[in-house]
């Protein structure tokens, strides 16, 4: 198992123990791990994300911490979270990543998502020019997952 794995397995862990929120001190957890601290903030940044549906929030210094919290709102809050996260642009794969998160967490079923992947893929866009295909996508995924939220009011 690589480490990057083995130090997302152990905030997830400090996660569930601690329904859904963890307190975690850089550098006593790449202590206790046995890695260093860089290694840390690499797994937070990639694997902790609000598309993923994770807050983190850090205080530097002496008395520093990162804070994770798991975003357990409902599945409306939380989709429209997502839309807010998106932004201008949207590449396919960072589209689908999220749709694949979004999957995992129950907030959209594998209908919804099969829908939403193809509507957002490079064929689906193969006549747009290429320097507004991301702009493009942005649009459409915000308008299909604030659809959804709309669908169940």
């Known amino acids: ?16 123990e601690s329904n859904g929120n963890a307190e975690i001190q850089r550098n006593e957890l790449a202590g206790t791990l046995g890695c260093v601290p860089s290694q840390i903030n690499y797994v937070i940044s990639s694997r902790f994300t609000p598309e993923q549906g994770y807050i983190v929030e850090s205080r530097r ?65 193969k006549d747009v020019p290429q320097e507004i295909r991301d702009q493009l996508r942005a649009s459409v995924m915000k308008n299909m997952l604030a659809t959804l939220v709309l669908l169940q009011t």
């Open 1 to 16: 198992m690589k480490m990057s794995d083995i130090v997302a397995r152990y905030i997830l862990d400090m996660l569930d």
């Open 61 to 125: 210094g002496g008395g520093g911490y990162i804070r994770i919290t798991r975003i357990t709102t409902d599945r409306r809050i939380a989709i429209m979270h997502i839309v807010n996260s998106i932004g201008g642009r949207i590449s396919f794969t960072s589209a689908a990543t999220i749709l694949d998160n979004m999957a995992e967490q129950g907030m959209i079923d594998s209908y919804e998502k099969m829908l939403i992947t193809s509507a957002l893929s490079d064929k689906a866009y």
